[in-house]
RNA sequence: UGGGGUGUAGCCAAGAGGUCUAAGGCACCGGGUUUUGAUCCCGGCAUUCCCAGGUUCGAAUCCUGGCACCCCAGCCA
Protein backbone atom coordinates (compact mmCIF):
# COMPACT_ATOMS: atom_id res chain seq x y z
CA UNK A 1 0.00 0.00 0.00
CA UNK A 2 2.67 2.34 0.97
CA UNK A 3 4.13 1.97 -3.15
CA UNK A 4 1.15 4.32 -3.69
CA UNK A 5 1.79 8.33 -5.15
CA UNK A 6 1.94 10.32 -2.21
CA UNK A 7 -0.98 11.64 -1.23
CA UNK A 8 -1.60 15.54 -2.10
CA UNK A 9 -2.31 17.66 0.68
CA UNK A 10 -5.51 19.40 1.79
CA UNK A 11 -7.38 21.25 4.22
CA UNK A 12 -7.60 18.11 6.17
CA UNK A 13 -4.42 16.71 6.21
CA UNK A 14 -3.33 20.43 7.50
CA UNK A 15 -5.46 20.34 10.22
CA UNK A 16 -3.92 17.31 11.53
CA UNK A 17 -0.64 18.61 10.75
CA UNK A 18 -1.15 21.36 12.93
CA UNK A 19 -3.12 19.74 15.80
CA UNK A 20 -0.17 17.18 15.59
CA UNK A 21 2.53 20.18 15.53
CA UNK A 22 0.62 22.03 18.64
CA UNK A 23 0.47 19.20 20.84
CA UNK A 24 -3.07 18.49 20.55
CA UNK A 25 -2.66 15.36 20.14
CA UNK A 26 0.01 12.37 20.11
CA UNK A 27 -1.50 10.25 17.67
CA UNK A 28 -4.52 10.67 15.04
CA UNK A 29 -7.79 8.28 15.27
CA UNK A 30 -10.09 8.18 11.93
CA UNK A 31 -13.51 6.66 11.44
CA UNK A 32 -15.27 5.35 8.69
CA UNK A 33 -18.53 5.15 9.96
CA UNK A 34 -21.40 3.65 6.94
CA UNK A 35 -24.95 2.93 8.14
CA UNK A 36 -25.52 -0.95 6.93
CA UNK A 37 -28.94 0.24 5.00
CA UNK A 38 -26.99 -0.38 1.69
CA UNK A 39 -23.81 -1.09 -0.54
CA UNK A 40 -21.11 0.85 -0.47
CA UNK A 41 -20.59 3.24 -3.58
CA UNK A 42 -17.51 5.23 -4.97
CA UNK A 43 -18.48 8.20 -2.72
CA UNK A 44 -17.40 6.30 0.22
CA UNK A 45 -14.74 5.09 -1.53
CA UNK A 46 -13.60 8.79 -1.02
CA UNK A 47 -13.85 8.73 2.44
CA UNK A 48 -12.63 5.70 3.22
CA UNK A 49 -9.46 6.39 1.11
CA UNK A 50 -9.82 9.92 3.17
CA UNK A 51 -10.02 8.26 6.43
CA UNK A 52 -8.07 5.18 6.33
CA UNK A 53 -5.12 6.91 4.46
CA UNK A 54 -4.92 10.27 6.93
CA UNK A 55 -4.51 7.53 9.75
CA UNK A 56 -2.21 5.74 7.62
CA UNK A 57 0.02 8.52 6.68
CA UNK A 58 0.56 10.01 9.93
CA UNK A 59 0.56 6.92 11.84
CA UNK A 60 -2.75 6.74 13.41
CA UNK A 61 -5.27 4.36 12.57
CA UNK A 62 -8.88 4.13 11.39
CA UNK A 63 -11.93 2.14 12.69
CA UNK A 64 -14.57 0.77 10.83
CA UNK A 65 -17.65 1.56 12.83
CA UNK A 66 -22.07 0.93 11.57
CA UNK A 67 -24.00 3.37 12.39
CA UNK A 68 -26.29 0.99 13.41
CA UNK A 69 -29.08 3.28 14.71
CA UNK A 70 -31.98 2.80 12.95
CA UNK A 71 -32.96 -1.11 12.77
CA UNK A 72 -36.00 -0.65 10.17
CA UNK A 73 -33.34 0.44 7.92
CA UNK A 74 -30.48 -1.86 8.08
CA UNK A 75 -29.70 -5.77 8.00
CA UNK A 76 -26.81 -7.72 8.24
CA UNK A 77 -26.06 -8.80 4.40
CA UNK A 78 -25.38 -4.98 4.27
CA UNK A 79 -23.14 -5.29 7.50
CA UNK A 80 -20.91 -8.19 5.34
CA UNK A 81 -21.27 -6.45 2.05
CA UNK A 82 -19.59 -3.05 3.51
CA UNK A 83 -16.39 -5.19 5.34
CA UNK A 84 -16.33 -7.17 2.16
CA UNK A 85 -15.98 -3.80 0.45
CA UNK A 86 -13.31 -2.01 2.77
CA UNK A 87 -11.16 -5.09 2.65
CA UNK A 88 -11.44 -5.28 -0.88
CA UNK A 89 -10.43 -1.76 -1.75
CA UNK A 90 -7.18 -2.34 0.65
CA UNK A 91 -7.96 -1.47 4.06
CA UNK A 92 -7.46 -3.22 7.17
CA UNK A 93 -9.13 -2.09 10.36
CA UNK A 94 -7.59 -4.89 12.30
CA UNK A 95 -9.18 -5.39 15.58
CA UNK A 96 -11.16 -2.37 15.47
CA UNK A 97 -14.58 -3.25 14.53
CA UNK A 98 -17.28 -1.16 16.29
CA UNK A 99 -20.80 -0.76 16.09
CA UNK A 100 -22.91 2.14 17.38
CA UNK A 101 -25.23 -0.59 18.57
CA UNK A 102 -21.87 -1.63 21.22
CA UNK A 103 -22.38 1.30 22.96
CA UNK A 104 -26.68 1.82 23.54
CA UNK A 105 -25.74 1.55 27.54
CA UNK A 106 -23.46 4.00 27.57
CA UNK A 107 -25.65 6.35 25.45
CA UNK A 108 -28.17 5.59 27.88
CA UNK A 109 -26.18 6.25 30.80
CA UNK A 110 -25.04 9.77 29.18
CA UNK A 111 -28.80 10.51 28.23
CA UNK A 112 -29.88 10.43 31.92
CA UNK A 113 -26.72 12.67 32.98
CA UNK A 114 -27.94 15.06 30.32
CA UNK A 115 -31.67 14.86 32.37
CA UNK A 116 -29.92 15.25 35.58
CA UNK A 117 -28.63 18.16 34.12
CA UNK A 118 -31.85 19.84 33.24
CA UNK A 119 -30.49 19.69 29.51
CA UNK A 120 -32.86 17.08 28.33
CA UNK A 121 -36.37 16.19 28.74
CA UNK A 122 -39.63 13.75 27.60
CA UNK A 123 -41.87 15.78 25.44
CA UNK A 124 -45.32 13.90 24.49
CA UNK A 125 -45.89 15.87 21.20
CA UNK A 126 -46.42 13.82 18.57
CA UNK A 127 -44.69 14.28 15.29
CA UNK A 128 -46.59 16.68 13.47
CA UNK A 129 -46.95 18.92 16.48
CA UNK A 130 -43.21 18.84 16.96
CA UNK A 131 -42.97 20.08 13.69
CA UNK A 132 -45.58 23.30 14.37
CA UNK A 133 -44.06 23.72 17.34
CA UNK A 134 -40.68 23.85 15.57
CA UNK A 135 -40.75 27.12 13.79
CA UNK A 136 -39.51 27.51 10.22
CA UNK A 137 -36.43 28.83 8.67
CA UNK A 138 -37.29 32.24 9.30
CA UNK A 139 -39.68 32.07 12.08
CA UNK A 140 -38.32 31.01 16.16
CA UNK A 141 -39.82 28.04 17.21
CA UNK A 142 -42.15 27.83 20.31
CA UNK A 143 -41.19 25.90 23.15
CA UNK A 144 -42.60 22.73 24.42
CA UNK A 145 -45.02 22.42 27.43
CA UNK A 146 -43.23 19.41 28.37
CA UNK A 147 -40.04 21.20 28.45
CA UNK A 148 -40.05 22.16 32.01
CA UNK A 149 -40.84 19.03 33.14
CA UNK A 150 -39.06 18.40 36.46
CA UNK A 151 -35.70 16.37 36.47
CA UNK A 152 -37.31 13.29 38.63
CA UNK A 153 -40.09 12.99 36.13
CA UNK A 154 -37.67 13.09 33.61
CA UNK A 155 -36.05 10.52 34.96
CA UNK A 156 -38.75 8.22 35.49
CA UNK A 157 -40.71 8.77 32.39
CA UNK A 158 -37.38 7.88 30.19
CA UNK A 159 -36.60 5.08 32.58
CA UNK A 160 -40.17 3.19 31.56
CA UNK A 161 -39.82 4.24 28.08
CA UNK A 162 -37.29 2.17 28.09
CA UNK A 163 -38.82 -0.44 29.91
CA UNK A 164 -41.68 -0.55 27.28
CA UNK A 165 -44.83 1.52 28.81
CA UNK A 166 -45.11 3.40 25.93
CA UNK A 167 -45.89 2.83 22.21
CA UNK A 168 -44.07 4.12 19.19
CA UNK A 169 -44.02 7.88 18.76
CA UNK A 170 -46.02 8.83 21.91
CA UNK A 171 -42.53 9.91 23.80
CA UNK A 172 -39.00 11.35 22.64
CA UNK A 173 -36.32 12.31 24.68
CA UNK A 174 -35.32 15.69 23.67
CA UNK A 175 -32.23 18.04 24.28
CA UNK A 176 -32.53 21.37 25.89
CA UNK A 177 -31.03 24.18 23.84
CA UNK A 178 -32.52 26.81 22.06
CA UNK A 179 -35.98 27.08 20.39
CA UNK A 180 -34.83 30.41 18.76
CA UNK A 181 -31.95 29.06 17.48
CA UNK A 182 -31.25 29.86 13.81
CA UNK A 183 -29.90 27.13 13.16
CA UNK A 184 -32.98 24.23 13.30
CA UNK A 185 -30.95 21.47 14.67
CA UNK A 186 -30.67 23.25 18.24
CA UNK A 187 -33.66 23.49 18.50
CA UNK A 188 -34.32 21.32 21.42
CA UNK A 189 -33.70 17.92 18.95
CA UNK A 190 -34.67 14.82 19.19
CA UNK A 191 -31.97 12.27 20.94
CA UNK A 192 -34.17 9.22 21.36
CA UNK A 193 -37.42 7.58 20.34
CA UNK A 194 -39.15 4.48 20.87
CA UNK A 195 -39.41 1.74 18.31
CA UNK A 196 -40.90 -1.15 19.32
CA UNK A 197 -41.32 -4.84 17.52
CA UNK A 198 -37.78 -4.46 15.42
CA UNK A 199 -35.18 -7.20 15.71
CA UNK A 200 -31.69 -5.36 15.42
CA UNK A 201 -29.28 -7.29 13.56
CA UNK A 202 -26.83 -6.94 16.45
CA UNK A 203 -29.24 -6.37 19.65
CA UNK A 204 -32.09 -8.19 19.07
CA UNK A 205 -34.67 -7.36 20.63
CA UNK A 206 -32.74 -6.01 23.57
CA UNK A 207 -33.99 -2.23 23.32
CA UNK A 208 -37.43 -0.41 22.14
CA UNK A 209 -35.34 2.78 22.73
CA UNK A 210 -32.98 3.65 20.12
CA UNK A 211 -30.62 6.81 20.05
CA UNK A 212 -30.90 9.40 16.61
CA UNK A 213 -27.58 10.28 14.94
CA UNK A 214 -27.11 13.49 16.22
CA UNK A 215 -26.89 12.04 19.92
CA UNK A 216 -24.63 8.66 18.86
CA UNK A 217 -21.96 9.76 16.94
CA UNK A 218 -20.43 12.90 18.65
CA UNK A 219 -20.36 10.03 22.02
CA UNK A 220 -19.54 6.76 19.68
CA UNK A 221 -16.41 9.18 17.90
CA UNK A 222 -15.51 10.36 21.63
CA UNK A 223 -15.43 6.70 23.74
CA UNK A 224 -13.29 6.19 20.73
CA UNK A 225 -10.76 8.00 20.79
CA UNK A 226 -12.06 9.36 17.34
CA UNK A 227 -9.16 12.33 16.89
CA UNK A 228 -10.60 13.97 14.06
CA UNK A 229 -14.27 12.96 12.60
CA UNK A 230 -14.54 13.28 9.10
CA UNK A 231 -18.27 13.68 7.44
CA UNK A 232 -19.70 15.86 4.56
CA UNK A 233 -20.75 18.92 4.27
CA UNK A 234 -24.37 18.69 4.91
CA UNK A 235 -23.58 17.88 8.91
CA UNK A 236 -21.85 21.27 9.11
CA UNK A 237 -24.76 22.63 10.21
CA UNK A 238 -24.65 19.54 12.62
CA UNK A 239 -21.10 20.84 14.45
CA UNK A 240 -22.66 22.92 17.20
CA UNK A 241 -25.02 20.37 18.25
CA UNK A 242 -22.36 18.15 18.46
CA UNK A 243 -20.12 20.26 19.97
CA UNK A 244 -22.71 20.50 22.02
CA UNK A 245 -23.37 16.82 22.91
CA UNK A 246 -19.72 16.19 23.77
CA UNK A 247 -19.18 19.48 26.39
CA UNK A 248 -22.30 18.18 28.46
CA UNK A 249 -21.78 15.03 28.56
CA UNK A 250 -19.00 13.26 30.88
CA UNK A 251 -17.14 11.59 27.43
CA UNK A 252 -13.44 10.91 27.56
CA UNK A 253 -12.48 12.64 24.27
CA UNK A 254 -13.01 15.89 22.39
CA UNK A 255 -13.24 15.06 19.11
CA UNK A 256 -13.49 16.96 16.46
CA UNK A 257 -15.61 17.32 13.10
CA UNK A 258 -14.73 18.35 10.01
CA UNK A 259 -16.51 18.36 6.48
CA UNK A 260 -15.38 17.79 3.37
CA UNK A 261 -17.63 17.70 -0.31
CA UNK A 262 -18.87 14.70 -1.27
CA UNK A 263 -18.40 13.01 -4.65
CA UNK A 264 -20.61 13.50 -7.35
CA UNK A 265 -19.82 11.51 -10.76
CA UNK A 266 -21.65 13.00 -14.18
CA UNK A 267 -23.94 10.42 -15.67
CA UNK A 268 -24.78 8.20 -12.62
CA UNK A 269 -26.52 8.73 -9.17
CA UNK A 270 -25.08 8.13 -6.13
CA UNK A 271 -27.40 8.59 -3.23
CA UNK A 272 -28.50 5.37 -1.28
CA UNK A 273 -32.45 5.90 -2.02
CA UNK A 274 -31.82 6.00 -5.76
CA UNK A 275 -29.41 3.10 -5.71
CA UNK A 276 -31.61 1.57 -3.59
CA UNK A 277 -34.56 2.30 -6.23
CA UNK A 278 -32.51 0.64 -9.64
CA UNK A 279 -32.06 -1.96 -7.73
CA UNK A 280 -35.70 -2.73 -5.93
CA UNK A 281 -37.37 -1.78 -9.32
CA UNK A 282 -35.17 -4.13 -11.18
CA UNK A 283 -33.43 -1.41 -13.32
CA UNK A 284 -30.30 -3.38 -13.01
CA UNK A 285 -29.37 -6.82 -12.10
CA UNK A 286 -28.81 -6.44 -8.65
CA UNK A 287 -26.55 -3.77 -6.13
CA UNK A 288 -23.01 -5.62 -8.00
CA UNK A 289 -24.68 -4.65 -11.72
CA UNK A 290 -21.25 -3.57 -13.39
CA UNK A 291 -23.21 -0.38 -14.16
CA UNK A 292 -23.49 0.82 -10.77
CA UNK A 293 -21.34 3.08 -9.19
CA UNK A 294 -21.11 0.48 -5.68
CA UNK A 295 -18.12 -0.88 -4.86
CA UNK A 296 -19.43 -4.13 -5.75
CA UNK A 297 -20.59 -3.19 -9.24
CA UNK A 298 -17.35 -1.14 -10.08
CA UNK A 299 -15.40 -4.62 -8.81
CA UNK A 300 -17.85 -7.03 -10.99
CA UNK A 301 -17.15 -4.85 -13.74
CA UNK A 302 -12.81 -5.17 -13.33
CA UNK A 303 -11.87 -1.75 -11.72
CA UNK A 304 -9.24 -2.60 -9.91
CA UNK A 305 -9.38 -1.19 -6.53
CA UNK A 306 -5.88 0.70 -7.01
CA UNK A 307 -7.50 2.62 -9.72
CA UNK A 308 -10.32 3.44 -7.12
CA UNK A 309 -7.64 4.75 -4.67
CA UNK A 310 -5.74 7.02 -7.79
CA UNK A 311 -9.00 8.37 -8.57
CA UNK A 312 -9.99 9.49 -5.31
CA UNK A 313 -6.53 10.50 -4.77
CA UNK A 314 -6.57 13.08 -8.16
CA UNK A 315 -10.31 14.46 -7.38
CA UNK A 316 -9.34 16.30 -3.95
CA UNK A 317 -10.94 16.67 -0.90
CA UNK A 318 -12.40 20.00 -0.58
CA UNK A 319 -15.22 21.82 1.19
CA UNK A 320 -16.11 22.89 -2.45
CA UNK A 321 -19.49 20.99 -4.01
CA UNK A 322 -17.83 19.10 -7.57
CA UNK A 323 -19.17 17.43 -10.18
CA UNK A 324 -16.24 15.06 -11.45
CA UNK A 325 -16.34 13.78 -15.34
CA UNK A 326 -16.60 10.39 -15.66
CA UNK A 327 -13.18 10.68 -17.71
CA UNK A 328 -10.77 11.19 -14.81
CA UNK A 329 -11.92 7.57 -13.27
CA UNK A 330 -12.05 5.93 -17.01
CA UNK A 331 -8.23 7.37 -17.49
CA UNK A 332 -7.31 5.88 -13.54
CA UNK A 333 -9.01 2.33 -15.01
CA UNK A 334 -6.98 2.44 -18.30
CA UNK A 335 -3.64 3.80 -16.65
CA UNK A 336 -3.81 0.99 -13.91
CA UNK A 337 -4.82 -1.77 -16.18
CA UNK A 338 -2.64 -0.85 -19.33
CA UNK A 339 -0.03 -1.78 -16.57
CA UNK A 340 -1.32 -4.84 -15.69
CA UNK A 341 -4.17 -6.57 -17.82
CA UNK A 342 -2.44 -9.60 -19.85
CA UNK A 343 -3.53 -9.24 -23.85
CA UNK A 344 -5.41 -11.47 -25.07
CA UNK A 345 -7.05 -11.71 -28.92
CA UNK A 346 -10.64 -11.75 -29.01
CA UNK A 347 -13.00 -11.87 -31.80
CA UNK A 348 -16.29 -10.10 -30.55
CA UNK A 349 -18.25 -10.38 -34.12
CA UNK A 350 -17.24 -12.67 -36.02
CA UNK A 351 -16.72 -12.89 -39.85
CA UNK A 352 -15.02 -16.16 -41.07
CA UNK A 353 -11.80 -15.62 -43.00
CA UNK A 354 -10.34 -18.66 -44.85
CA UNK A 355 -6.88 -18.28 -46.17
CA UNK A 356 -6.71 -20.21 -49.24
CA UNK A 357 -2.66 -20.84 -49.89
CA UNK A 358 -2.63 -22.48 -46.25
CA UNK A 359 -2.38 -25.68 -45.82
CA UNK A 360 -6.00 -27.19 -44.97
CA UNK A 361 -4.38 -30.48 -42.66
CA UNK A 362 -1.89 -28.28 -40.58
CA UNK A 363 -1.92 -25.35 -37.61
CA UNK A 364 1.19 -23.31 -36.38
CA UNK A 365 1.58 -22.70 -32.98
CA UNK A 366 2.62 -18.99 -32.68
CA UNK A 367 4.02 -17.21 -29.83
CA UNK A 368 3.26 -13.91 -28.26
CA UNK A 369 4.17 -11.60 -25.40
CA UNK A 370 1.14 -11.53 -22.56
CA UNK A 371 1.96 -7.82 -22.40
CA UNK A 372 4.00 -5.32 -24.73
CA UNK A 373 5.95 -3.89 -22.42
CA UNK A 374 6.56 -6.48 -19.33
CA UNK A 375 8.47 -9.69 -20.56
CA UNK A 376 7.95 -10.45 -17.03
CA UNK A 377 4.79 -11.64 -17.67
CA UNK A 378 5.84 -14.44 -20.24
CA UNK A 379 4.58 -15.84 -23.12
CA UNK A 380 1.81 -17.59 -24.69
CA UNK A 381 0.54 -19.54 -27.86
CA UNK A 382 -1.55 -18.84 -30.63
CA UNK A 383 -2.68 -21.25 -33.12
CA UNK A 384 -2.53 -20.03 -36.52
CA UNK A 385 -5.01 -22.54 -38.96
CA UNK A 386 -6.42 -22.26 -42.46
CA UNK A 387 -9.78 -20.80 -41.42
CA UNK A 388 -10.43 -17.97 -38.82
CA UNK A 389 -12.23 -15.16 -37.34
CA UNK A 390 -11.51 -11.31 -37.99
CA UNK A 391 -14.05 -9.17 -36.19
CA UNK A 392 -16.76 -7.54 -38.95
CA UNK A 393 -15.39 -4.15 -38.30
CA UNK A 394 -12.11 -5.00 -39.42
CA UNK A 395 -13.38 -5.20 -42.71
CA UNK A 396 -14.90 -3.02 -45.38
CA UNK A 397 -15.53 -4.08 -49.29
CA UNK A 398 -13.73 -0.66 -50.16
CA UNK A 399 -12.58 2.18 -48.25
CA UNK A 400 -10.67 5.27 -48.13
CA UNK A 401 -7.04 5.46 -47.09
CA UNK A 402 -7.97 6.80 -43.49
CA UNK A 403 -9.33 3.37 -43.08
CA UNK A 404 -6.57 1.20 -42.05
CA UNK A 405 -8.30 -2.36 -41.95
CA UNK A 406 -8.75 -4.71 -44.60
CA UNK A 407 -10.26 -3.92 -47.75
CA UNK A 408 -10.85 -6.62 -50.79
CA UNK A 409 -8.11 -6.42 -52.84
CA UNK A 410 -5.79 -4.66 -50.16
CA UNK A 411 -3.72 -6.18 -46.90
CA UNK A 412 -3.44 -6.15 -43.59
CA UNK A 413 -1.31 -7.61 -40.67
CA UNK A 414 -2.56 -10.16 -39.03
CA UNK A 415 -1.31 -8.82 -35.29
CA UNK A 416 1.20 -11.86 -34.37
CA UNK A 417 1.01 -13.56 -37.36
CA UNK A 418 1.27 -13.26 -40.84
CA UNK A 419 0.36 -10.31 -43.67
CA UNK A 420 -2.95 -11.60 -45.34
CA UNK A 421 -5.36 -10.10 -48.55
CA UNK A 422 -8.32 -9.73 -49.23
CA UNK A 423 -9.04 -11.33 -53.27
CA UNK A 424 -12.88 -11.83 -52.97
CA UNK A 425 -15.42 -11.04 -49.91
CA UNK A 426 -18.57 -13.84 -50.25
CA UNK A 427 -22.14 -12.58 -49.63
CA UNK A 428 -25.54 -14.14 -49.04
CA UNK A 429 -27.00 -14.19 -52.09
CA UNK A 430 -30.57 -13.39 -50.87
CA UNK A 431 -28.97 -10.39 -47.84
CA UNK A 432 -26.13 -9.12 -49.77
CA UNK A 433 -23.92 -9.75 -46.43
CA UNK A 434 -20.66 -10.09 -46.49
CA UNK A 435 -20.82 -13.88 -44.95
CA UNK A 436 -17.00 -15.23 -45.98
CA UNK A 437 -13.49 -13.57 -47.04
CA UNK A 438 -11.07 -15.52 -49.01
CA UNK A 439 -7.67 -14.15 -48.63
CA UNK A 440 -4.23 -15.29 -49.00
CA UNK A 441 -1.58 -15.30 -46.96
CA UNK A 442 2.53 -13.92 -47.13
CA UNK A 443 4.67 -16.79 -45.50
CA UNK A 444 7.33 -14.03 -45.55
CA UNK A 445 6.13 -12.21 -43.25
CA UNK A 446 6.21 -13.59 -39.76
CA UNK A 447 7.94 -10.70 -37.82
CA UNK A 448 9.33 -8.99 -41.38
CA UNK A 449 7.91 -6.37 -43.08
CA UNK A 450 7.43 -7.22 -46.48
CA UNK A 451 9.44 -6.53 -49.23
CA UNK A 452 8.34 -3.46 -51.39
CA UNK A 453 5.32 -2.62 -50.18
CA UNK A 454 3.89 -1.29 -46.64
CA UNK A 455 1.38 -2.47 -44.52
CA UNK A 456 -0.01 -0.03 -42.54
CA UNK A 457 -3.05 -2.23 -40.44
CA UNK A 458 -3.35 -4.87 -37.84
CA UNK A 459 -5.87 -6.07 -36.82
CA UNK A 460 -6.79 -9.23 -34.33
CA UNK A 461 -7.80 -12.50 -34.79
CA UNK A 462 -8.80 -16.16 -33.61
CA UNK A 463 -8.39 -19.62 -34.82
CA UNK A 464 -12.13 -21.03 -36.23
CA UNK A 465 -11.90 -23.90 -34.99
CA UNK A 466 -9.55 -24.22 -31.69
CA UNK A 467 -10.98 -20.50 -30.10
CA UNK A 468 -13.47 -20.65 -27.79
CA UNK A 469 -17.00 -19.21 -27.31
CA UNK A 470 -18.01 -17.03 -25.13
CA UNK A 471 -20.20 -14.15 -24.15
CA UNK A 472 -19.43 -10.48 -24.30
CA UNK A 473 -21.44 -7.72 -22.11
CA UNK A 474 -20.69 -3.96 -22.97
CA UNK A 475 -21.55 -1.34 -21.05
CA UNK A 476 -22.29 1.99 -20.94
CA UNK A 477 -22.71 4.68 -18.74
CA UNK A 478 -26.29 4.07 -16.60
CA UNK A 479 -27.41 7.29 -17.72
CA UNK A 480 -27.70 9.62 -20.78
CA UNK A 481 -27.84 12.80 -18.90
CA UNK A 482 -24.93 14.24 -16.80
CA UNK A 483 -27.27 14.95 -13.52
CA UNK A 484 -30.02 12.13 -14.14
CA UNK A 485 -33.45 13.52 -13.67
CA UNK A 486 -32.35 17.22 -13.59
CA UNK A 487 -35.08 19.41 -14.76
CA UNK A 488 -37.58 16.75 -14.88
CA UNK A 489 -41.12 16.47 -13.28
CA UNK A 490 -39.91 14.92 -9.75
CA UNK A 491 -36.42 14.76 -11.15
CA UNK A 492 -37.65 12.03 -12.57
CA UNK A 493 -33.85 10.22 -12.71
CA UNK A 494 -35.09 6.85 -14.23
CA UNK A 495 -36.38 8.68 -17.28
CA UNK A 496 -32.62 9.44 -17.96
CA UNK A 497 -31.70 6.05 -18.10
CA UNK A 498 -29.44 4.94 -20.96
CA UNK A 499 -31.11 2.22 -22.76
CA UNK A 500 -28.05 1.25 -24.50
CA UNK A 501 -26.03 1.01 -21.20
CA UNK A 502 -25.53 -2.64 -21.54
CA UNK A 503 -25.51 -5.04 -25.18
CA UNK A 504 -24.82 -8.24 -24.58
CA UNK A 505 -22.79 -10.10 -27.12
CA UNK A 506 -22.82 -14.08 -27.20
CA UNK A 507 -21.15 -15.16 -30.72
CA UNK A 508 -18.02 -13.90 -29.26
CA UNK A 509 -14.62 -16.06 -30.31
CA UNK A 510 -11.46 -16.16 -27.68
CA UNK A 511 -8.13 -17.10 -27.82
CA UNK A 512 -7.54 -20.73 -26.44
CA UNK A 513 -5.08 -19.36 -24.19
CA UNK A 514 -8.02 -17.94 -22.02
CA UNK A 515 -9.63 -21.10 -21.49
CA UNK A 516 -7.57 -21.24 -18.20
CA UNK A 517 -8.73 -17.86 -17.02
CA UNK A 518 -10.65 -17.64 -13.55
CA UNK A 519 -13.43 -15.35 -12.50
CA UNK A 520 -12.47 -11.48 -11.62
CA UNK A 521 -9.19 -12.04 -13.89
CA UNK A 522 -8.51 -8.90 -15.93
CA UNK A 523 -6.95 -8.86 -19.65
CA UNK A 524 -6.57 -6.47 -22.54
CA UNK A 525 -8.56 -7.73 -25.63
CA UNK A 526 -6.35 -6.24 -28.40
CA UNK A 527 -7.76 -2.93 -29.98
CA UNK A 528 -10.99 -3.82 -27.67
CA UNK A 529 -10.41 -2.97 -24.42
CA UNK A 530 -10.22 -3.85 -21.12
CA UNK A 531 -12.40 -7.25 -19.80
CA UNK A 532 -13.18 -9.19 -16.72
CA UNK A 533 -14.15 -12.72 -16.30
CA UNK A 534 -17.36 -12.55 -14.74
CA UNK A 535 -18.38 -15.30 -12.11
CA UNK A 536 -21.55 -16.22 -14.37
CA UNK A 537 -21.66 -18.49 -17.52
CA UNK A 538 -23.60 -17.71 -20.54
CA UNK A 539 -25.40 -20.05 -22.91
CA UNK A 540 -24.32 -23.80 -22.57
CA UNK A 541 -21.93 -22.78 -19.43
CA UNK A 542 -19.42 -20.76 -22.27
CA UNK A 543 -17.31 -17.50 -20.16
CA UNK A 544 -18.52 -14.58 -19.78
CA UNK A 545 -16.59 -11.72 -19.95
CA UNK A 546 -17.57 -7.68 -18.91
CA UNK A 547 -15.92 -4.60 -20.45
CA UNK A 548 -14.60 -2.62 -18.03
CA UNK A 549 -13.52 0.20 -20.36
CA UNK A 550 -12.49 0.68 -23.84
CA UNK A 551 -9.14 2.29 -25.21
CA UNK A 552 -8.76 5.19 -26.23
CA UNK A 553 -10.02 5.29 -29.48
CA UNK A 554 -8.92 7.83 -31.89
CA UNK A 555 -10.02 6.48 -35.13
CA UNK A 556 -14.03 6.34 -33.94
CA UNK A 557 -13.15 10.57 -33.79
CA UNK A 558 -11.45 10.73 -36.83
CA UNK A 559 -13.77 8.58 -39.44
CA UNK A 560 -17.47 10.52 -37.07
CA UNK A 561 -15.29 13.91 -38.18
CA UNK A 562 -14.75 12.65 -41.85
C1' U B 1 -36.40 39.54 4.99
C1' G B 2 -33.10 33.00 9.11
C1' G B 3 -28.63 30.06 9.62
C1' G B 4 -24.44 27.36 7.60
C1' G B 5 -21.16 26.79 3.33
C1' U B 6 -18.75 27.45 -1.58
C1' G B 7 -17.04 30.47 -5.86
C1' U B 8 -9.28 29.82 -9.70
C1' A B 9 -9.56 27.11 -17.43
C1' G B 10 -14.73 22.41 -20.32
C1' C B 11 -14.16 19.08 -15.37
C1' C B 12 -11.30 18.50 -10.77
C1' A B 13 -7.52 21.28 -8.10
C1' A B 14 -2.73 23.85 -6.05
C1' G B 15 -2.18 28.69 -4.29
C1' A B 16 -2.36 31.53 2.39
C1' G B 17 0.56 40.11 -0.04
C1' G B 18 5.90 40.14 -4.08
C1' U B 19 9.45 33.97 -6.56
C1' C B 20 1.81 34.20 -10.21
C1' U B 21 2.48 37.62 -17.30
C1' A B 22 -1.39 31.31 -11.67
C1' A B 23 1.25 24.29 -10.14
C1' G B 24 -0.62 19.47 -11.40
C1' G B 25 -4.34 15.92 -13.32
C1' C B 26 -8.52 14.83 -16.71
C1' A B 27 -10.51 16.52 -21.34
C1' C B 28 -9.23 18.84 -25.84
C1' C B 29 -5.78 20.25 -30.08
C1' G B 30 -1.31 19.41 -32.77
C1' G B 31 3.57 16.45 -33.81
C1' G B 32 6.84 11.86 -33.19
C1' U B 33 7.52 6.42 -32.14
C1' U B 34 4.65 1.88 -32.65
C1' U B 35 2.88 -5.58 -35.61
C1' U B 36 -2.84 -2.79 -30.35
C1' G B 37 -5.93 3.73 -34.87
C1' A B 38 -3.62 1.45 -27.57
C1' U B 39 0.60 2.61 -24.69
C1' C B 40 4.75 5.96 -24.74
C1' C B 41 7.16 10.71 -26.03
C1' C B 42 7.16 16.01 -27.23
C1' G B 43 4.43 20.68 -27.79
C1' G B 44 -0.15 23.79 -27.17
C1' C B 45 -4.19 24.99 -23.88
C1' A B 46 -6.35 31.25 -17.62
C1' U B 47 -2.13 38.77 -18.90
C1' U B 48 -6.31 35.91 -15.38
C1' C B 49 -8.46 34.10 -10.27
C1' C B 50 -17.57 35.27 -9.48
C1' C B 51 -18.43 40.90 -9.99
C1' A B 52 -17.54 46.04 -8.31
C1' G B 53 -15.04 49.29 -5.39
C1' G B 54 -11.01 50.03 -1.78
C1' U B 55 -6.11 49.30 1.06
C1' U B 56 -0.93 48.71 -0.65
C1' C B 57 5.05 50.44 -4.12
C1' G B 58 2.65 45.52 -5.10
C1' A B 59 -3.62 41.35 -4.21
C1' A B 60 -6.18 35.24 -6.69
C1' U B 61 -4.34 36.08 -1.76
C1' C B 62 -6.35 41.87 2.96
C1' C B 63 -11.11 45.19 3.53
C1' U B 64 -16.15 46.66 1.93
C1' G B 65 -20.44 45.87 -0.93
C1' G B 66 -22.88 42.91 -4.39
C1' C B 67 -24.04 38.35 -7.31
C1' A B 68 -24.41 33.02 -8.10
C1' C B 69 -24.74 28.12 -6.44
C1' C B 70 -25.21 24.17 -2.44
C1' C B 71 -27.18 22.47 2.51
C1' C B 72 -30.86 22.89 6.77
C1' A B 73 -37.75 22.98 9.09
C1' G B 74 -37.07 13.34 9.73
C1' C B 75 -39.27 10.61 16.15
C1' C B 76 -33.26 9.22 8.71
C1' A B 77 -28.02 9.13 8.62
Redesign the pocket.
Known amino acids: MNTEPTR????IR?IIEADLAAGRHRTIRTRF?P?PNGYLHIGHAKSIWLNFGVAEDYRGACNLRF?D??PH?ENPEFVAAIQDDVRWLGYDWADRLYFASNYFEELYGFAVELIEKGLAFVCE???EA??AY?G???EPGRPSPYRERPVAENLDLFRRMRAGEFP???R?LRAKIDMAA????MRD??LY??RHGVVHHQTGAEWCL?P???FTHPVSDALEGITHSLCT??????RPLYDWVVEHVSVPGRPRQIEF?RLNLKYTVMSKRRLTELVEQGHVAGWDDPRMPTIAGLRRRGVPPAAIRDFCR????????????M??L??CV??DL?ATAP?AMAVLRPLKVVIDNYPADTTETLEAPR???DAAMGRRELTLAREIYIDREDFREEANK????LVTGGEV?L???YVIRCEEAIKDPDSGEVVELRCSYDPA????DPVGRKVR??IHWVPAYQSLAAEVRLYDRLFTAPVPGAGRENKDFIADLNPESLVVLKGCRIEPSLATAAPGERF?F??EGYFCLDGDTGDAGIPVFNRTST?????S??EAGG
Open positions: PSNFDPEDTNKLDAMRRTLTDGSVPNMNPVRIYMYDLEFEDHARVGVTKADAMVEGVENREDRHPKKFKRRRNATLGAGVQERLRDSWRT
